[in-house]
């Protein structure tokens, strides 16, 4: 009952990691769904696997399996999501949805690193990182995106709105006037 409850635990430290996500996700229940469950507790482990879906207010995440696992006094150090592709999104305080996929979705609580390995992608507001691996260090806010040895990263940065809305003024005219 214990490694469950360090799940848990450690699932709501996820929810609350960066400070543009929710902050009352981190006040929701967190759920976990899946097919099988099984604790190894002499080696600290916790792996849930089979159709795996955690929810905790607008975080949602998907993976063929998670696991969690834990120091020798069960403190939980690192959760690891895995599928084809296992699956991240959250709501931010801007309203914006935060997405991730990858094979597999690494996050280590105690350094708040979170590491996306093989096909990695983030995306928010149409922008969008692709990688064979992306970190990024939640304190720090600070992004390493590395590709393979066959394909390059891509990045695609979307405008910001008040960019869009001059590009799509006609010319000649300013905000609040009309031509004749």
Not at 59 to 68: H, K, T, V
Not at 109 to 126: D, N, P, Y
Not at 156 to 170: G, V
């Amino acid at each position: 009952m214990k490694p469950v409850k360090l799940l848990l635990a450690a699932l709501m430290l996820l929810g609350s990691t960066g400070a543009a996500a929710l902050d009352s996700d981190t006040l929701q229940k967190v759920e976990v769904k899946a097919d099988n469950s099984r604790a190894d507790l002499p080696n600290g482990m916790v792996i849930y696997s089979g159709r795996v879906r955690i929810t905790q207010g607008t975080l949602l995440i998907n993976a063929d399996e998670l696991r969690a696992e834990a120091t020798d006094d069960k403190v939980v150090t690192t959760l690891i999501a895995s599928g084809s592709p296992a699956t991240y999104q959250q709501m931010l305080e801007n309203g914006k949805l935060a997405e991730a996929q990858a094979n597999e979705i690494r996050y280590d609580i105690q350094k708040r690193i979170l590491t996306l390995k093989g096909k990695a992608e983030m995306r928010q507001s149409g922008s969008l990182v692709q990688g064979d691996s992306i970190q990024y260090d939640l304190e720090k806010q600070m992004l390493v995106a590395e590709g393979s040895e066959d394909e390059q990263i891509t990045t695609i940065f979307q405008p910001a709105e008040a960019d869009l809305k001059s590009l799509t003024e006609p010319k000649g005219e300013k905000q609040g006037e009309t031509q004749q």
